[in-house]
């Protein structure tokens, strides 16, 4: 048990055991709550891939800005079911549990030994160092039509989501 | 390198969060619930590229997954607006409760 493979189970243990959390609790908030942790826990497993500056923009892209839109969300659709003003209680609804529980086991249970079943060994490691610089060079030669398709497929998304959101009226 | 981990356990810790995600996906009633689904659903296919992608020389999965981000980041954004007009229209966004009209 090398001091890199318990640190792996422990990113694998905050990361699926918030998911889980999310999954079984019925308050958004604590959901949200729990989405930080798992992309916290998606961060560290993406060091240990030696993918440094995934987890530097997954942490920045997710914690920074998509979590915070997820919390915009749930307050502008806030329909505080119970009443009580006081306490953060965003209590929501959902179906029957065992369907969808057994559905998500079987679809892992599945993958997972389609999985042990293929031969992923024989390859090695490429390159354990920073990614840094062949990413940013990357982008911009070999990948520079992609890269400006990309932020274009931004602008869109964001003038597009502006328009869907005011009001028609 | 003796002590790496190997690549199925990112494998397997992937299939993990695709199954939490496609759960979340068929339990909740809640647009914004599902929306989570989507993203964690996203991230394990993620995770898979980059887990891939350290053991290509080219890093090829490496920047699939730097477009990956941005897509993922406009889904939401254009799908939070949505959730956000059909509250306007139907003051909830309990999925099960959608009617369409005729």
Redo the contacts between chains.
């Keep these: 048990m090398t001091p890199l493979m318990l640190s792996f189970l422990a990113l694998v243990g905050i990361t699926c055991g918030s998911a889980l959390v999310m999954l079984w609790t019925k308050n958004i908030l604590h959901a949200a709550l729990a989405m930080f942790m798992t992309m916290l826990g998606l961060a560290g497993l993406y060091v240990l891939a030696y993918a440094d500056v995934m987890a530097v923009s997954h942490l920045m892209i997710y914690v920074g800005g998509v979590l915070i839109l997820i919390l915009f969300g749930i307050m502008l659709t806030n329909q505080n079911s119970r009443g009580d003003k006081d306490q953060n209680n965003l209590v929501t609804e959902e179906s029957s549990r065992v369907w969808p529980v057994l559905i998500g086991l079987a679809i892992f249970v599945g993958l997972v030994f389609i999985l042990a079943r293929g031969n992923f060994s024989g390859v090695e490691i490429a390159d354990p160092n920073s990614k840094l610089s062949f990413v940013g060079i990357s982008l911009l030669t070999e990948y520079a039509i992609p890269f400006e398709l990309v932020g274009i497929y931004l602008l869109i998304a964001l003038i597009g989501s502006t328009y869907i959101a005011k009001h028609h009226d | 390198?003796i002590?790496?981990?190997?690549?199925?356990?990112?494998?397997?810790?992937g299939?993990?969060?695709?199954?939490?995600?496609?759960?979340?996906l068929?339990?909740?009633?809640?647009?914004?619930?599902v929306?989570?689904g989507i993203?964690?659903m996203l991230?394990a296919a993620n995770?898979n590229l980059?887990?891939f992608?350290?053991?290509?020389?080219a890093?090829q999965g490496?920047?699939l997954?730097?477009?990956v981000?941005?897509?993922?980041?406009?889904?939401?954004?254009?799908a939070?607006?949505?959730?956000?007009?059909a509250?306007?229209q139907f003051?909830?966004?309990?999925l099960?409760r959608f009617k369409s009209r005729n």
């Design positions: 390198m002590n790496e981990i190997p690549l199925v356990l990112f494998l397997w810790a299939a993990c969060l695709f199954a939490i995600g496609f759960s979340m068929i339990l909740k009633r809640n647009a914004i619930f929306l989570m993203e964690l991230n995770l980059i887990a992608s350290r053991q290509d020389t890093n490496l920047l997954g730097v477009f981000l941005v897509v993922g980041v406009c889904e939401m954004a254009v939070l607006a949505l959730v956000i007009q509250y306007r003051q909830h966004i309990d099960g």
